[in-house]
């Protein structure tokens, strides 16, 4: 297989570790020797998949030089941190104990990464699979062969199986293999391990070549297509019946039970537990969202990728300027962010008019960390929403456009076989589809073959005046390459072709939204639970604990009236166990920063099972759900204090 390995950061740190720390071991010869020796067949296997050219030796150095490097920084990251503060036993054997995981946890990920790595691009190109067969296929049925069909899926698809297909198409050049035939019988086995439906649909578009007749050609073509589609509708509803026990124990135990314990812990100090906001923090900030991020990565590992977004590259004209508007809209969102922030301290200098901050438990209206909340996520929300608002807008255009293209593609593809020219019947198509986005390209496309006297592929793609030169749909591109090769023929035979192709990509379609309603209950209850449940329990548990802590800061105060050993037993309860050790408006910092993590875990794992970990999208998505999810925690924390105070 060939792989863009040269790329990857795993495969650069290897080669230079394998390089400049050799020093690291004693004895290189024998390290590598065991090395080898101890290396499974998994990991040998996973070697081979990823296409990383490395030995076994090299990984496992790696692994400890990244250890090692791990360790040496987190005690100068914990020595400084020592220096400049002092910390209660239990955040102190909690930062212990964090210390000596990481290493460990950095040791662990480096020597796994390639089996990991090896997992995520087996589930990603179960994804390209229903792209390359169609491909294939609508190739198949313009010209009936093999090898042209595989070349052209190869060469105008940029996903990772198409890779493997360029490599044998090399290899059949080469004369590795015989023919096609043997070419095809060992792809096929070598991916029929990952889907048997993919091996089985290569077999018919194979055994289609030996159909004398025309109509049992296509009819086998047409099979092979809807064998992967089926298969791809089949795993990803699998996943969604599999997917409801993992989310509601992602909901449950990571997100729901947390929320809970926030109001109990107050009460905790009056049985002698105390632990002050480092241990907070370490708790809520790090290790709960690390839990929840682990847990939420292993379940979408299980996920079968089933159409992988288009990338949009920064060339597209939409898109004109995007580095200096990402600098600039990062300035504003400091500004913004540094302003809010700092609002609550300021109005407190300014003597805390209408005693709008609250300095004290249940007092006032809003503590001053939640304007430093508020800072932190409006200042993330202008950045992400200046700035990837466009792919936003580039990927609805395209996504609509792709609706619109097979509707047009069955207007063309009739006109076309009732004998009308080409730039007739664009012209004819895009008044029919006036209205949509696709009619103004069909529309340039016949100017440009009347005005510019120019052919087919130049009107459409040329780099200067194609009508498709700013559509960035890899699908649309394809399918027009195709019809390019189907009007080369006579009128009645390019415009059955062209049909046809409309068909295919109707049936693309259809699947695509069969996978989402599929997956639609459990997406949208992690978004309803990122931007409306988690901040809404989370605002009324944590006014519950400051009436806790109000009711046992009232009965200290009782206490301390009383004479000495007025409580009987040797149980004695004195103010200090009932005071508590973390200041309210701390305790909302801590609690609030994990509603943000936790909010934009769950935004991810949502949007990565709906559209595939589209890192424009994700991000898109954080910006627009992040201020709701503080808004909806800020509203429940204000109501939530209001109504309890009058309680006491």
Known sequence: MVRLYNENWYYNGCKFTSANFRWFVKDFDTFRQNSDKSTSEDYRNAMVYTGFALEPHETVLFSYVCAAIALIGILIFDFFLFRLTSFEQSTLIGVVALSLMFPL????YASEYIKIHAKWMKVNSLGDMPEIISYIVMSMKLVPNMEVA???????????LAKDLKKMIWNLHVREYKGIDDAILEFSNLWGKESEYFKRALHLIKSSTSEPDEAQRVITLNRSLDLVLESTRNLMDSFASKLKTPTYVLYSIFILIPLALVALMPAITVVGIRFGIGTLVIVYDVILPLL????????????????IPQDIPESHPELEGIKKRKQQSLLIALVIGI?????G????????????????????????TLFIIWGLVFSVAVYLNINYTPYKKIRDEIRKMENEFSDALFVLGRRISEGRSAEEAFIHTARTMEGSDISNALER???NLMNMRTDVHSAIFDEEFGAFKDIYSERIKTTMLLLIESVNKSHEVAGVAIVKLADHLKELQDVEIKIKQSLYDMTSTMRSTAAVFAPLIAGVTIALSEVIAKILQNIADSIRRLPENAFPGPAQISPENLSQSIPSDLFMFAIGIYIILITVILVR????????????????????????????????????????????
């Open 105 to 108: 946890a950095v040791l662990f």
């Open 150 to 160: 595989i070349r052209f899926a190869a060469s105008n698809s940029g996903r990772p």
């Open 292 to 307: 929840t991020f682990a847990y939420a990565e292993y379940i979408l590992m299980q996920r079968p990728a089933a159409f």
């Open 339 to 343: 302003f809010i922030s700092s609002l």
């Open 345 to 368: 301290y300021i109005l407190i200098y300014r003597g805390n008019p209408w005693n709008i901050v609250s300095t004290a438990t249940l007092n006032g209206i809003i503590p001053p």
């Open 445 to 447: 496309i016949s100017l």
């Open 605 to 648: 794992f949502s949007g990565t099972i709906e559209y595939g970990g589209d890192k424009a999208q994700l991000r898109y998505d954080i910006g627009q759900i992040l201020p709701v999810t503080i808004i909806v925690f800020t509203v429940s924390t204000i109501f939530s204090r209001i109504i309890f105070r009058g309680m006491i």
